[in-house]
């Protein structure tokens, strides 16, 4: 029985860390709907992909922008949310089209990249409004950034200091942090998961651990998108 379960996509699905005060777990998923939520015993789950989608009335989210505006110098590491009506494009050049039609951009590849995992979790809580309430977006570099006092990170998050940096800081929260990173390294293959993807499930459970269900959020009155849907990232507040 886990309360709290933090997600990262990866390479193949979602690599999935829930924990709670006595143990941790972690998994592998392909798909979203291979995800084990308990009812009435999962509090919270915290994944890094955008909830609640802007439209061709509300361009752009203001999440989006806050977020960016705190990380200053890892600003671009935030990327804006795409507009609903893009999810079903059939390639990169039409997603760019509609876009452009509504908001006056383009999308980023970047963007186009990650619309299949956008799409998914919104088809998901789409037919299970149930867990609306229990799935919260966040933003890794937003959460350490929290947790490191409120100050820049120094080192890219793929290099080996950038791994060991965000290791140490989550380390101060929790002494199972390295244990349970090695248990993922050993269990999973890199084409299948990242170490970076890892870390940022890892700091995600944690930072829902933390918090006790009751975690921050940007901004404080949330807009919510045309299916109400509230659109904010979550965090964890030392």
Known sequence: ?????G??????????????QQ?????LIKNINDLKIEDNITKQIIIDIPIGL???DLKARECDIIARKLLGKRASSIFSAPIREILDAENYKT????????TGKKISLQTWNLIPKIKEIDNFLMKNKRYITVFNESHPELVFWFLNGKKDLINNKKSNDGILERLNILSKYDSRVFEIYNLALRKYLR????KDDIIDAIALALSA???NNNLNGIPIKPEKD???IEMKIVYYEP
Do not use: H, Q
């Open 226 to 228: 045309n299916f109400e």
């Open 54 to 56: 802007p439209n061709r």
């Open 1 to 5: 029985m886990f309360d709290f379960i």
């Open 23 to 27: 143990d941790w777990k972690i998994e």
């Open 191 to 194: 084409k299948d998961v990242k």
């Open 209 to 211: 651990y933390l918090s």
């Open 95 to 102: 997603a760019c089209s509609i876009n452009k039609e509504f």
């Open 7 to 20: 997600i990262d996509g990866c390479r193949y699905g979602w690599f999935v860390v829930k924990t709670n």
